[in-house]
């Protein structure tokens, strides 16, 4: 095992450890500098903490931010995205070697729990904070309130852009709705009522009709763009606790899809009609994952993370290699590089007590 700690301190020294996100006590400073975003050049051997955050009084460090969302620029894969649960949204432009705050005031606070860019309009930008949905169609200069749920305790989960259909985005939401818009936010609509909570939805690389979302207990699946959705969750019936599921990942084309759910980890090579268990080091059910990401390119090479492991598998799943994370932090995030593959990011949040 390779442990990250050793490596962070060297950053921090680097980087001005001592400068932290606004709003941070020097006590909680101290305690959650290990957060923030990590990134590996050598697809997952060694990590580096990219902190640095440039004021006008010097650098300094988002060590003590909380990630809940973080995507890439389909279009620039040298610019990442951050949303964090109390400092709103951060970009990078430079593969996270420097962060910068959202120009507008009304994303520089705040948990901003989902992010994405439209595939065919790099400039036109969605965050979700609580129970509004923001859009950007200037690059994140400026920003305005697309989407209220006025519904008491519902908010927003999943933000997913449609890479074909240009100003096409469907939002997933915590009472199980799934809303579309596809004319860059001006104007909604629901397509969908799982009854649960959305935890992930995923839009197929092969064709962009084609789409699954997963709740706490149910596997659902479109051939039509949201107009229709169909249950298939009987196809998980032979992987106990399958159907309470956290996420799909899938390779560039869309040929092999990876979904982590409760029972670990299953794949499918024919857009969710069947699926077959991958073997992990730790027996099903006995971990919970915590994120998941495949190589675009290569779909034998699989990376997840638990609470305390980094994963890697480079034969499909049939032999794993494993880091050790850093103490008191979880990885919320795990985004690869669709253009240099070796490029590899985590989020980190604060380990829940």
Known sequence: ??????????????????????????????????????????????????????TSEGVGNIGTATVLSMVMDPQDHNTVYVGTSENGLLVSYNGGDTWQASNDSKLQS?????????????????????????????????????????????KIKQLVADWYNKGTL????????????????????RVKSFGKSVNSI??????????LAGTDESLWKTTDAGLNWTEITDVLK????????????????????IMSSKFGLLRSTDLGETWSEITLITPAKQVVITALAIDPKDTNIIYYTTDSTFYKSVNGGVNWTTQELTAGWDVSQLIVDP????????GYQIEEK
């Open 238 to 257: 032979n992987y106990s606790q399958a159907k309470v599921i956290y996420n799909f990942t899938q390779s560039a084309n869309g040929s092999t899809i």
């Open 202 to 211: 995923m839009i197929s690389q092969q064709d962009s009709r084609v789409m």
């Open 110 to 154: 705040g948990a901003v729990v989902a992010v994405a860019v439209d595939y065919k309009d790099m400039c036109n930008l969605y965050a979700a904070v609580g129970q509004k949905i923001y859009v950007s169609d200037n690059c994140g200069r400026s920003f305005s309130e697309s989407y209220n749920e006025t519904r008491n305790n519902v």
């Open 339 to 346: 253009v240099e593959t070796y490029n590899i990011y985590l």
């Open 1 to 54: 095992m390779k442990k990250i700690l050793p490596i962070l301190l060297v950053l921090l020294f680097t980087t001005g450890a001592g400068c932290s996100l606004p709003g941070m006590s020097k006590k909680e400073s101290d305690y959650s500098r290990f957060g923030g975003v990590y990134k590996s050049v050598d697809a997952g051997t060694n990590w580096t903490q990219k902190t640095a955050f440039p």
């Open 170 to 189: 469907y939002a997933g939401l915590t009472n199980g709705d799934v809303v579309k818009t596809t004319d860059f936010g001006k104007t909604w609509s």
